[in-house]
């Protein structure tokens, strides 16, 4: 399902036209102006995946916010930008063939990480708490009590139940499930599961932070069929090898200038890593 079909940065022109109208002189950074043009740079074609690959300070993650802030779309955590970012926005057009739905969004590495940190937090209330149980258990056992009215009722029961029953037991029934029950690469990977819901445009930025590799191949192929069946489109930005392969991908390389599509092969971090393995092939026929 493509939502956005093109995206359309400004060129080297339009943004020394908008410097040449300002009035003001003092400022730390130009940010984003001034990092599209020298690459090259000047509009994306949107297919249903379409993947940003590059090295640091390429301008992916750049790419992909001033889509999320000239289109308006929702998102979790702050992010990088100057008071120039709006202006830049401005100078930017999206043409899209389909209103990109409400729930569309960009999700990044700090959203994932953040939402590890709550369930981190939550866990430890959850200890705290259960330790406290297990204590309330433990005098309750060994009380000396008597049922003198019915304003006793409550504390004869929980006395009852710590006598039947084990500490932690005792603890659990009352207590709400602990959600550490995944490492945090697996967290990683059901935050997207779980947030990515049908019908929607989706900017991700290197969602493979965390995950495995194994666990990357689960998420390229759960994005691929989310595009394929679930009417999602996505504009991700990645160096993972198994991202880059996913079927049908477009690819854009933020390293060459100009910016162009191509084969997720011939990317030099892929080559790289490629021919890394090849040279070590004789150590994996050793140990076959």
């Not at 599961?193 to 759960?222: H, K, M, V």
């Not at 200038?257 to 994996?284: K, S």
Request: aromatic share 12%.
């Amino acid at each position: 399902m493509i939502y956005l079909s093109e995206f359309h940065f400004p060129g080297e022109d339009r943004e020394w036209s908008f410097f040449a109208r300002q009035q003001r002189t003092c400022y730390d950074s130009y940010y984003p102006f001034q990092l599209f043009p020298a690459r090259g740079l000047r509009a994306l074609e949107l297919a249903d995946v379409t993947i940003l690959y590059g090295g640091n300070g390429s301008g992916k993650t750049t790419a992909l916010n001033v889509m999320a802030e000239t289109l308006h779309l929702r998102r979790f955590t702050p992010f990088n930008t100057t008071s120039f970012f709006p202006d830049y926005c401005r100078l930017c057009s999206a043409h899209t063939l389909h209103e990109p739905p409400a729930h569309s969004c960009i999700l990044t590495s700090d959203d994932v990480f953040d939402t590890m940190m709550d369930l981190r937090a939550i866990n430890e209330g959850l200890d705290r708490r259960r330790d406290e149980l297990i204590d309330e258990a433990r005098d309750a056992r060994y009380a000396r009590f008597q049922l003198h009215s019915l304003d006793d009722y409550d504390r004869l029961k929980q006395v009852a139940e710590a006598r039947r029953t084990s500490q932690s037991r005792y603890a659990k029934a009352r207590l709400m499930h602990s959600v550490r029950t995944h490492s945090n690469g697996e967290s990683a990977f059901l935050f997207f599961t779980e947030r990515i819901r049908p019908g929607a445009l989706y900017l991700l930025d290197e969602p493979e932070n965390s995950l495995a590799p194994a666990r990357q191949q689960e998420l390229a192929q759960f994005l691929a069929d989310a595009a394929r069946f679930d009417r999602c489109q996505f504009v991700i930005a990645t160096h993972s090898p198994f991202l880059l392969a996913m079927p049908g991908a477009r690819v854009y390389d933020l390293d060459s200038a100009p910016v162009r599509p191509r084969r997720w092969t011939e990317l030099p971090g892929v080559r790289a890593t490629y021919e890394f393995f090849r040279d070590h092939a004789a150590a994996f026929e050793e140990e076959a």
